[in-house]
């Protein structure tokens, strides 16, 4: 387990380039099995998840191949395998390959997934909308065994837009006969771009209100698709700006699904202004209290709350952050309190009292957002910080000591 030094206190300035999405580029990994042809990806992320989920691909006969940020990856020789504990537990996102192979292999044996401990986090919407569609599913030995020979299309409706769920559904329909519709479906935009890539591999998909409809065409075909910029990494990056003062540029961010986001920066004081290929991003004088609910697309974003957190445990003044996505996702204020800050936790609600400043101090991260919130927390303050568990950190960001070195912040990562 690896640990980032950060020496905390001095003010970000200058660019830095947003990768693309984690949470995109791994459902639309998995859907490379589905159209047995060559699918060229650009603008993907270099992570371990995205490194693991290209093992499975690996695994199941796929062929790899990395040009800088484009992988190409030729599902023609894929072959159906068991998928085990050894891969799944390290990502909840394995688990979008039992749609794919039920899809593809008309079977999947894949074993639980694992993945961030921010709730107990059940698959039960995932299997009863498979068992829906004719999916015989067995759960035995923290596995679950699928037999799809009885595919058929359906209509669903999810008692919650579990995001997923809902790829799942998008990857396994593409082989059921007949129109299958996702009602009270994810809409994130990461979800958007799996629909986007379907309909380039020949999957005729189409998003309305909350509303998913695919249609299995007659023949798949090859793909050349570009990942969406990763809203989460660019979040994380002003919140990072707004720790420690100073103003940056976020090339090749998008502006277009970080609404809540940039509502929530705004209001605290930062200045912020879109130009052609990114967000000039200034940090505030003074951080204003905020109130932060998170919440499905286009609500604040769970996987914004640590960042959010650690910029308000230095407002001036009472912050409410309310969780309803997880039961289980403060486990950073634990630390951000190590660390000077005054924050109270009941239930879903943690009451952050805003402090003058952070004080450098040895951390552990749980999660990968709940350690990118830690390394803002210690950018913020003078002195050196350790945060170990960058095993989880590095699940989500490339090479983040790179981009925070680049905008002036003194880090490194120790193996
Ligand atoms: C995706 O996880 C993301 N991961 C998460 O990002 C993100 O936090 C989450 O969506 C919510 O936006 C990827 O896309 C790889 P859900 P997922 O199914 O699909 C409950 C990050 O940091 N639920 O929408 O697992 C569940 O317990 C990660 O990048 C059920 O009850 O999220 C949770 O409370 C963390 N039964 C809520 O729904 C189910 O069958 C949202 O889960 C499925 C989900």
């Known amino acids: 387990m690896g640990r980032y030094i950060v020496y905390g206190g001095k003010k970000l300035f200058g660019t830095v380039d947003i990768h693309g999405s984690k949470n995109a580029a791994l459902p639309i990994l998995c859907a490379c099995i589905i159209n047995s042809g060559i699918n060229i990806i650009h603008n993907c992320p270099k992570i371990t998840d995205v490194f693991n989920t290209c093992k499975i691909l690996q695994m199941a006969g796929c062929t790899i191949k990395w040009e800088n940020s484009t992988v190409i990856v030729d599902s023609s020789k894929a072959k159906f395998i068991e998928i085990g504990e050894d891969i799944t537990s390290k990502m909840r996102s394995s688990i979008i390959f039992m749609g794919a192979f039920c899809g593809r292999f008309k079977k999947a044996v894949v074993s639980k997934p694992g993945g961030c401990k921010i709730g107990k986090r059940p698959l039960d919407i995932h299997i009863e909308a498979l068992k829906n569609m004719g999916v015989v599913i067995d759960e035995s030995n923290n596995c679950f065994v699928c037999d799809a020979k009885k595919l058929k299309s359906a209509e669903i409706n999810l008692r919650f837009p579990s995001v997923g769920a809902t790829e799942n559904i998008m990857l396994v329909a593409a082989f059921a006969d007949g129109k299958t519709v996702i009602k009270n479906a994810a809409v994130e935009p990461e979800t958007m771009a799996l629909a986007e890539f379907l309909n380039q591999i020949g999957v005729n998909t189409v998003c309305g209100d909350n509303v998913i409809t695919i249609c299995k065409k007659c023949d798949f075909c090859n793909a050349e698709y570009s990942i969406i910029p990763d809203r989460i990494e660019a979040g994380t990056f002003m919140a990072a700006c707004a720790c420690s003062g100073g103003e940056i540029f976020l090339k090749n961010a998008d502006a277009h699904n970080m609404g809540s986001v940039i509502d929530a920066f705004d209001s605290m004081g930062s200045k912020i202004e879109f130009c052609g290929n990114g967000i000039y991003f200034k940090a505030p004088d003074s951080i204003i209290p905020q109130n932060i609910k998170t919440g499905i697309y286009p609500n604040f974003p769970t996987d914004m709350q640590p960042q959010i957190m650690a910029v308000l445990t230095l407002a001036r003044g009472k912050s409410v952050v309310i969780e309803s996505m997880f039961e289980n996702r403060f486990n950073h204020a634990i630390e951000f309190n190590k660390m000077g800050a005054n924050i109270e936790i009941d239930g879903k609600m943690a009451?952050?009292?805003?402090?003058?400043?952070?004080?450098?101090?040895?951390?552990?991260?749980?999660?990968?957002?709940g350690g990118a919130g830690l390394i803002m927390a210690a950018l913020s303050c003078n002195g050196m910080s350790i945060i170990n568990g960058?095993?989880?950190?590095?699940?989500?960001?490339e090479n983040i000591e790179k981009s925070i070195s680049g905008l002036g912040g003194i880090i490194k990562y120790e193996n």
Do not use: N
């Open 351 to 369: 009451i952050i009292k805003g402090v003058k400043e952070l004080y450098p101090k040895e951390t552990m991260a749980f999660d990968l957002r």
């Open 390 to 397: 960058s095993t989880y950190i590095k699940r989500g960001y």
